[in-house]
């Protein structure tokens, strides 16, 4: 295949619908993946990673994306209890997300995690998620707001700053960007093996990288996707990680010209 637009893995959501149960992936993130990043999104069926081989999966990409989701990680991933509240859960997304998450940082396969993704690979490293954050005072209300409409529910309208000397600042700049950050949970107790990138104003994480990776490994808790087209910040993150794509699909076929 051409390095031009290489396969990027995108595991997928699960949802019941007409007595079925679906495995998708919003539009938005698709879009961005392939008219931003000009990379080819492949989703993943989330059926756990004991009936795929994910080896096989991420040896034939060269790149992986997490996307959002309205669900939240099963708590019991990071020791705590699953409250109704807390819901609705995927644990068939956990169980193919998490373990692509690990072996794409193992192998070296580029990787953008973005909102819900941010979280599953904070949990995915051994960290811990905090539920329902805009029922403690001392946190804003990051939730959405109330609409028909998705582009009010998705506005740009939350400032964070990037961390000076940070893989984000790298491809923002550091200080003030604003974002869209839409989310009731969040990064409790950040994954040792994880950087913090940046930060809202009550101190909420809103980007990490993974220590010493061997290739782009980056979360975001905010949504580059849904205005990757128009905003240039959302742009750039998206760029960024198609680069990164490419750069490991001619890495990995001039290896490949070099063995024969």
Not at 140 to 164: G, M, P
Not at 205 to 222: H, M, Y
Request: hydrophobic share 40%; with cysteine; proline share 6%.
């Amino acid at each position: 295949m051409s390095i031009e637009k290489p396969l990027v893995a995108v595991p997928t959501d699960i949802r019941n619908f007409d007595n079925y149960l679906w495995h998708g992936v919003p539009q938005p993130y698709l879009n961005a993946a392939a008219d931003i990043a000009c990379v080819t999104p492949l989703e993943v069926p989330s059926l756990g990673a004991d009936r795929i081989d994910l080896n096989a999966v991420l040896r034939a990409v060269d790149g992986v994306m997490i996307t959002g989701s309205k669900s939240n990680v099963h708590p019991s991933l990071y020791g705590k209890e699953a409250t109704e509240a807390n819901g609705p859960y995927d644990t068939g997304r956990d169980a193919t997300s998490i373990p692509m998450i690990k072996l794409a940082i193992e192998l070296g396969v580029p990787l953008l995690c973005i909102c819900r993704g941010i979280q599953e690979l904070n949990v995915a490293l051994g960290g811990t998620l905090a539920t329902e954050i805009q029922e403690q005072e001392t946190n804003l209300d990051h939730r959405a707001v109330t609409s028909d409409r998705q582009d009010e529910r998705f506005a740009i309208h939350q400032t964070i700053t990037v961390l000076e000397g940070s893989c984000i600042a790298d491809i923002l700049g550091a200080g003030e960007v604003t974002v869209n950050s839409l989310h009731r949970q969040a990064i409790g107790t950040t994954a040792p093996g994880l950087t913090v990138e940046a930060v809202a104003p009550d101190g909420i994480v809103e980007a990490v990288s993974v220590k010493n990776a061997k290739a782009f490994a980056i979360g975001v808790q905010w949504h580059p996707e849904y205005w990757a087209a128009s905003d240039p910040p959302s742009k750039r993150i998206f760029s960024a990680f198609g680069d990164a794509v490419r750069a490991h699909a001619s890495t990995r076929n001039t290896g490949s010209i070099a063995a024969e």
